[in-house]
């Protein structure tokens, strides 16, 4: 092996690695405020009546339906290269 290929073999390695540690932030720290803001928005909407949580709601439901579409998958990318190895 060339310094070349010695070179993007390591990047790969780092670039999998990178995935593996971003994987939780990428996926979790959405739902997490998705949840936030739907919890808040019910509580605070239901119980004060105030119309203006409807789009806390509605923003907290595109945040954790766009997560569930795209996340999930990219989980399932990771994990399935994981065990490749």
Known sequence: MNRKE??????LILSRRLELWLTPILVIAPIAFALLLLVESLTQGITKGAPLYEGEFLLG??????????????VRTVHFHRREK
């Open 6 to 11: 010695i070179r993007q073999a390591q990047i």
């Open 61 to 74: 439901c595109i945040i954790l339906a766009g997560t569930l579409i795209f996340g999930v998958p990219f």
